[in-house]
């Protein structure tokens, strides 16, 4: 019997989420823009959980977005946007910003919102342990292998201290066998549904943000959403868990 390679399995993962996100945008009529925004609020929700303001061991609640030019780097600029609303303080690193305009006008949002820009990320990684409490993972998720400039920036988040919130697939692991090395986030969002590299996530606390998901296109596709309570728009997956 022949089974499966690793790369034929990842390919079959992004051919779903492909599919499902197609059935979304034609079908349902959702806008790009409007998942984008939903999927960055939920990810604020859920960094807000898991990161309370009156938790954060600094005196100012500053949080570093690390940002990618594909569209899991859009949902980390939403992200940053609705923090700040939240009471955060986010600082965005984007360094390869996307020219198309739905991209751009996020970024025009965070700065009209005055969050700072930075135009280089430290590679002395104590000045980003003592500058932020958090930092969001928005590099690459489940988009692309790392390459320049990422790889050297998944190099210096791989050995900083504070925590990480790693944004559907925490950027350098495969979506199916997950990471080797790299990163190794403290919280992991899941977009939609769990990958299958959650499976391998051994951080303090998962969360699941597809509330907005039509139950026909959860049951055509066998998503198994869990519960969420009340009116939330995430749900944490079991309890915290220890490295």
């Keep these: 019997m022949l089974f499966p390679s690793a790369a034929q399995v990842s390919q ?134 790392p390459a320049e400039p990422y790889a050297a920036i998944l190099a210096t988040l791989a050995h900083v201290r504070i925590p990480i919130v790693s944004l559907d697939v925490p950027s350098g692991w495969d979506a199916e066998a997950g990471g080797s090395g790299g990163i190794s986030p403290d919280v992991l969002v899941s977009l939609t549904a769990p990958k299958r590299c959650a499976r391998r996530f051994r951080g303090r606390q998962h969360f699941v943000a597809g509330r907005f998901v039509p139950y026909d296109v959860q049951k055509k596709f066998e998503l198994n959403a869990p519960e969420y309570p009340g009116t939330e728009c995430v749900v944490a997956l079991g309890g915290p868990r220890r490295q």
Aim: with cysteine.
């Design 12 to 145: 079959q993962i992004k051919a779903e989420a492909e599919a499902i996100e197609k059935e979304l945008l034609e079908d349902y009529r959702f806008g790009r823009q409007q998942l984008i925004e939903i999927r960055g609020h939920a990810c604020a929700v859920a960094v807000s959980k898991a990161f309370p303001l009156p938790s954060l061991p600094r005196k100012q609640p500053t949080v570093l977005v690390v940002c990618g030019a594909a569209q899991i780097g859009a949902v980390g600029l939403v992200c940053a946007r609705h923090l700040r609303t939240f009471g955060y303080e986010p600082t965005i690193f984007y360094p390869k910003r996307s020219p198309e305009p739905l991209y751009r006008d996020f970024t025009t949002q965070c700065e009209k919102m005055d969050i700072p820009f930075l135009s280089y990320l430290p590679t002395e990684v104590q000045l980003i342990n003592a500058a932020y409490n958090a930092v969001v993972d928005a590099v690459l998720g489940a988009d692309a292998e």
